[in-house]
């Protein structure tokens, strides 16, 4: 059943921006495939998010756990689960916190530093001594099809899983591109106006001179058709 009711402009906005700001240290490209795949979410979902809110913090602290987590398992699927090297673990949390900023989220060593700092009072030259001792590890990168293709299948099986992973993550996104395309003029324009410029179903009906409850109902087949795309249950 589609869900009748949206939440607030200002809630969704909220969740945009949350989005926004949890994705900032990736690269742009991962940054555009994290947002999309946020507001996917949320629609394949029926904002049911916003229905679990239980009022026992802000909205705003609610949104960013959720989107946190959100990220993390976005981050898993894309570039594998991030496990803290043996080296890293032996000189304890700072280090761990360290080698996960550099390594694995890619965070300049300056700003690094000045999470440490603030996280646990080090000074910028003790933290230096610190990721100075740890490993060199690669830092994380993604590959498309084509070149996992032509990579020999490693014998570890969770490699395996993660490449399937970034399959079906490519894959889903080829297919709702492909449906939004398939989309008439007007329905892309409806889609812009409400997830992109955060405009309300009701002012948009009344832009268009339109009835809200069937404008309401033209946005619930929309989204079906292209939950539809991604092979996502109804």
């Known amino acids: 059943m589609i869900r009748r009711l949206e939440p607030p402009t200002e809630a969704l906005t909220l969740f945009s921006e949350t989005v926004t700001l949890a994705s900032r240290r990736l690269p742009a490209q991962d940054a555009d495939d994290f947002a999309q795949f946020a507001q996917l979410w949320l629609l394949e979902r029926r904002y049911n998010v916003f229905d679990q809110f239980a009022g026992r913090s802000s909205l705003t602290t609610y949104l960013t756990l959720v989107v946190r987590r959100l990220l993390i398992d976005w981050q898993n699927a894309h570039y594998g689960r991030w496990r803290p ?62 070149v996992l293709a032509n990579v020999a299948a490693p014998a570890a099986q969770d490699v395996l899983e993660r490449a399937e992973q970034q399959r079906e993550e490519h894959r889903r996104r080829c297919a709702v591109a492909a449906s939004l395309r398939q989309l008439s003029f007007e329905d892309r324009w409806l889609l812009r106006a409400r997830y992109q410029e955060g405009q309300t179903v009701r002012s948009i009906a009344l832009t268009l001179n339109m009835d809200a409850r069937q404008l309401y109902r033209r946005y619930g087949r929309i989204v079906e058709r292209l939950r539809h795309s991604t092979g996502a249950p109804s």
């Open 85 to 146: 090297s043996a080296a890293a673990k032996r000189l304890g949390d700072v280090a761990v916190m360290l080698e996960r900023l550099v390594y694995r989220d890619s965070c300049p060593a300056t700003e690094a530093f000045e999470r440490v700092r603030h996280a646990h009072g080090l000074s910028w030259e003790e933290s230096r001594t610190i990721l100075e001792r740890l490993p060199p590890r690669s830092r994380r990168m993604r590959l498309s099809d084509d």
